[in-house]
């Protein structure tokens, strides 16, 4: 039973994870943080391979890191281990889908061709689209607004539309 419980606690806090990552870019990324996050919607203004919106890998790593410490040296907050545990399995879905993915700092992956996919995808541009710190949408990464999803649709029946 405890077993279980330390999967669920992992899982859930992976889960959790996606909207604090949503909250944290709304809100601290485009808010008081814009200075580190500005050059990710700039990129062509940077040279080299960092950009200060990299930072925010520490950031996020600072709770996962705390919670591994924690946990570990505290019998009675052994589950916390497992937060941290979630917080970094999150960390590194966004690491390969944002990064690897859709920005292509390492060509590990090709292009995925399934509705998901395309709709992150969709999405991401979308929000890339406003290069300044007001007027973004779409601050999620894993979850997509049904809009994205719709788009591909109406491109498949225009086309089929065109064909005929």
Not at 108 to 123: C, N, P, V
Request: proline letters at 2%; charged letters at 15%.
């Amino acid at each position: 039973m405890t077993i279980l419980l330390y999967i669920l606690i992992t899982i859930g806090t992976a889960c959790f994870m996606e909207f604090v990552a949503w909250f944290a870019h709304k809100y601290i990324m485009h808010g008081f943080l814009w200075s580190w996050h500005e050059d990710h919607h700039n990129p062509h203004t940077v040279e080299g391979f960092f950009e200060k919106n990299d930072l925010f890998f520490l950031v996020f790593a600072v709770p996962s890191a705390a919670c591994y410490m924690t946990g570990s040296m505290v019998p009675e907050l052994f589950p916390l281990f497992f937060v941290g545990v979630g917080i970094s399995i999150y960390g590194l879905i966004y690491f390969l889908i944002h990064d690897v993915y859709i920005h292509q700092r390492f060509r590990w992956f090709k292009q995925l061709d399934s509705k998901y996919s395309r709709a992150i995808l969709r999405a991401h541009g979308a929000h890339h689209a406003v290069q300044t710190k007001h007027g973004s949408e779409s601050f999620g990464l894993l979850v997509v607004a049904k809009k994205y999803f719709q788009e591909r649709e109406k491109a498949k029946q225009a086309k089929i539309a065109s064909e005929s």
